[in-house]
């Protein structure tokens, strides 16, 4: 007997199961986080938070129930995914009906050769391949093909065609927005970047929609919008907007995705890890730093992961030997590259030139950034020894990052001095630049973690972090 049709098509429930496994979460985790939503929040969204527990998420994930509309509903929520990112239908229209049965018929895909129907006649073959049509069309999600639809004159297709020129014109803008958008990338409020590069977002969107691309145009304009993607993930961290940053950088990631852009994909794990890491998720931002090593095999871009994603979340974990593996690797790396891969001078340096290259004395501060999160004083000091004098006569975004790293360092010493950690802190939120919120946020939230907060000068300091914070995301200055 052949078998019969699931009554949810295009249920998977894996799909579940590696969105909860990507954020690191076991599923009593997962339980406790659905069951903690905002009513308020959760009232807008339509849904009310169900009471999950993790034998129920367990049978959701494995296929023995089908999550009911408030756990789909709580689930997109919490993941910030749809529905069929989580596997709960198809992601088009794929079911057909059959008007006298009221029956649907699975994908065309997902029938087995020997369960087609075999053509008898030339006249049935006809229609059947008439019908193929209009089920494929349906499938994919069209509305009509072939004579269903207005037939289109030669000489129309011929001039459809002849826009694709424009089109390659229209790629090539995109290309030189792209790059007006990062070079005055570090001359702007980030709210201003922030609001060019959703602009450069829309732009690819109009270009897609309104002209015929050859397959290498449409590459490029997807790529430009790839990255104009993941520089508003990186903004929206900045501003402190965590579940925006993360869902943009899932779409930047799934573009690199579709274009096997192993360049793209690298580069948006290592954004993504950093979020997880700024979250306080180490698990996640580990994961997410080994799946883009599985795309850097070499070069910058395998270096920034290994120190500036991977190291970090082992040191989270308190594991010295792995960081001291990754650290060795990535040290190997850059003592081989080459000017170009060095990339600009630091106060010219973007977030999306770690797409190409590492500049030396961000890499070792990002060492530096590793051995402090280990209490390692001697280490930290060490290490950022050759760039800590241009480092203190250079920008004063550099050494707000000094300045709070070795604030962390002391602050997890075997004996720390809080005043010191205190003061350390403090000029890091001083002199922190308009694009450091995120950093600088973090690094003194590790210190505020580890500390003693009755003591005066770290309560000081935990009002003023707040302060700081308010400050640095005033409506005004967000898009």
């Known amino acids: 007997m052949p078998p019969q049709p699931s009554t949810h098509p295009g249920w998977n429930p894996g799909q579940l199961r590696r969105h909860r496994e990507q954020l690191g979460l076991s599923r009593a985790a997962l339980a406790d986080k659905i069951a903690n939503i905002d009513p308020v929040v959760a009232k807008e969204a339509g849904f009310t938070p169900p009471a999950a527990g993790p034998e129920m998420i367990s049978k959701h994930e494995r ?26 239908r198809y992601p088009y229209p794929h079911e057909h009906k059959d008007d006298h049965a009221g029956s649907v018929t699975p994908p065309l895909a997902g029938i087995p ?16 391949r008439r019908d193929l ?19 289109i004159a030669p000489a129309d297709r011929l001039a459809i065609l002849e826009r694709a020129t424009a089109g390659s014109g229209a790629a090539s803008a995109a290309e030189g927005a792209l790059q007006a958008v990062v070079a005055d990338y570090l001359h702007h409020p980030p709210a201003e970047t922030l609001r060019r590069a959703i602009a450069l977002q829309q732009l690819t969107d109009a270009i897609t929609a309104q002209y015929p691309l050859r397959p290498a145009d449409q590459a490029r304009v997807w790529r430009v ?8 993930g990186w903004l929206e961290n900045n501003a402190g907007h965590t579940t925006d940053a993360r869902l943009s950088l899932r779409e930047a990631h799934r573009r690199g995705e579709l274009l096997e852009d192993n360049q793209l994909i690298a580069w948006t794990r290592f954004m993504q890890a950093t979020i997880e890491d700024y979250a306080g998720n180490p698990a996640g931002a580990e994961q997410y730093a080994l799946d883009g090593l599985r795309h850097a095999p070499s070069g910058p871009q395998r270096a920034i992961l290994l120190v500036g994603s991977l190291a970090g979340a082992r040191a989270a974990h ?25 990339g600009p001078r630091e106060d010219h340096r973007t977030v999306v030139d770690s797409l190409t290259s590492i ?3 961000i890499f070792s501060l990002d060492v530096g950034r590793v051995y402090s999160r280990l209490g390692e004083i001697g280490r930290f000091m060490e290490v950022t020894a050759d760039v800590r004098p241009a480092i203190e006569q250079g920008s004063s975004s550099r050494t707000s990052v000094f300045r709070a790293d070795e604030a962390v360092a002391v602050a997890r ?7 010191r950690v205190a003061a350390l802190a403090r000029e890091s939120l001083r002199l922190a630049g308009p694009f450091q919120t995120a950093h600088i946020a973090s690094r003194v939230n590790v210190v505020l973690a580890v500390t ?20 640095r995301n005033r409506p005004i200055d967000l898009v």
């Open 63 to 88: 296929g023995v129930n089908f999550p009911g509309t408030s756990y789909q509903a709580a689930y997109c929520h919490f993941f910030q995914a749809s529905e069929p990112e989580l596997g709960f």
């Open 113 to 128: 050769s020997q369960h087609q129907p075999t053509p008898q006649t030339e006249g049935v073959e006809t229609a059947n």
């Open 133 to 151: 049509l209009s089920l494929t069309a349906a499938a994919i999600g069209l509305t009509a093909t072939g004579t269903a639809a207005a037939m």
């Open 225 to 232: 919008s790839g990255v104009a993607t993941g520089i508003r």
């Open 318 to 342: 308190g594991d010295i030997r792995g960081v001291d593996a990754a650290v060795s690797e990535a040290e190997s790396i850059v003592s081989r590259l080459t000017p170009d891969e060095r």
């Open 359 to 361: 500049g030396l004395p």
């Open 413 to 419: 010493s075997k004996s720390p001095d809080l005043d």
């Open 452 to 471: 003693d907060r009755d003591y005066p000068a770290i309560r000081s300091l935990a009002d003023e972090a707040h302060t700081w914070r308010i400050s």
